[in-house]
């Protein structure tokens, strides 16, 4: 088996008190163009952008406000970097019809050299799907349709075709076409519906940060899922790793943090590899933008090495 493909939620598009550094609240379009730019070097597979529309006051304390919209982040990102790919993680698709969505998507693609990693998701924000005028409690059999309409949209065909429940369209041209023939479509979430989804609908699966010891049991359904519906494609399982620091950080990084030489990182690291995952999103501690880049360069140079 070999090493897994390493990517990264990029720092600043969002800012969820979860896991934002204090640094990132006054960061903006530069700090976050210097990142993606030193992932590229560093060899990462791809940066990733979240989605939401809005946050409502409840839970703008701990959200914060701070989203970036995923298709104008990554098409900004796009030009200034020449080959990491670009990962909503993830498109919360529900929300839009799958055909404005395709239309986005495609274009991006299109622009980046066929650089588009489709993830998407159910979505959790009950406000969010009101505001827009979706049913929030219906939105994960409107997901399961939303996925097939945007395997029709994301297509070779100029003029795509869907008939579903929610959504029923044909005879409408959109151009560019995807520059990928086939767009991969990650999907996101941890819940039994989610992980179902992602098994029987999608050609990948994002962990929404489930721990180590929780993962093999996921891997193991996704692939017992797979096998009963008889699916043999490619198919690319993630996870999400503790926060990391390469080195002796000499400061605060929190007590799950893993922290160490490139080789006890990457030993750690390498259980993932034996799990059965083929790609890691890792996130690095930092007080500064600069602190960040270097660790991405040394992750690059001296942990991603010894993964395999």
């Given at each position: 088996m070999s090493a897994p493909a390493?990517?990264?939620?990029?720092?600043?598009?969002?800012?969820?008190t979860l896991y934002t550094e204090p640094w990132e609240a006054g960061a903006g379009p530069e700090d976050l163009?210097?990142?993606a730019r030193a992932a590229d070097a560093a060899g990462f597979a791809y940066i990733a952008c979240c989605d939401h529309v809005g946050v409502p006051r409840r839970l703008a304390p701990a959200m914060s406000?701070?989203?970036?919209?995923?298709?104008a982040t990554l098409a900004h990102l796009a030009a200034v970097t020449e080959r990491v790919r670009l990962l909503s993680h993830v498109a919360v698709v529900g929300l839009r019809h799958p055909l404005l969505?395709?239309?986005q998507y495609a274009t991006l693609d299109h622009l980046s050299g066929?650089?588009?990693?489709?993830?998407?998701?159910?979505g959790h924000v009950r406000e969010e799907f009101e505001a827009l005028g979706v049913d929030f409690e219906r939105r994960g059999a409107v997901l399961d349709e939303v996925v097939d309409a945007l395997r029709a949209a994301l297509g070779p065909e100029e003029f795509p075709e869907h008939h579903g429940k929610h959504y029923d369209f044909a005879g409408l041209g959109q151009r560019p076409r995807p520059a990928q023939p086939h767009v991969p479509l990650w999907v996101g979430g941890s819940s039994p519906a989610a992980v179902r989804r992602a098994a029987l609908k999608g050609d990948g699966w994002l962990p929404q940060g489930d721990p180590r010891d929780r993962l093999p049991a996921q891997i193991a359904r996704i692939r017992r899922l797979r096998e009963e519906a008889g699916l043999d494609g490619e198919y690319t399982v993630g996870a999400i790793a503790e926060p990391l620091y390469v080195g002796r950080p000499g400061w605060d990084t929190g007590r799950r943090t893993l922290t160490g030489t490139p080789e006890e990182i990457a030993e750690s690291l390498r259980a993932y590899r034996a799990m059965g995952v083929d790609q890691i999103q890792v996130r690095f501690r930092s007080r500064s933008r600069a602190e960040l880049i270097d660790q991405i360069g040394v992750f690059g140079a001296e942990v991603a090495p010894r993964l395999d």
């Open positions: 390493y990517g990264i939620q990029l720092p600043v598009q969002s800012q969820s163009v210097a990142v406000t701070v989203w970036y919209d995923p298709v969505t395709a239309k066929g650089r588009l990693l489709l993830g998407v998701g159910a």
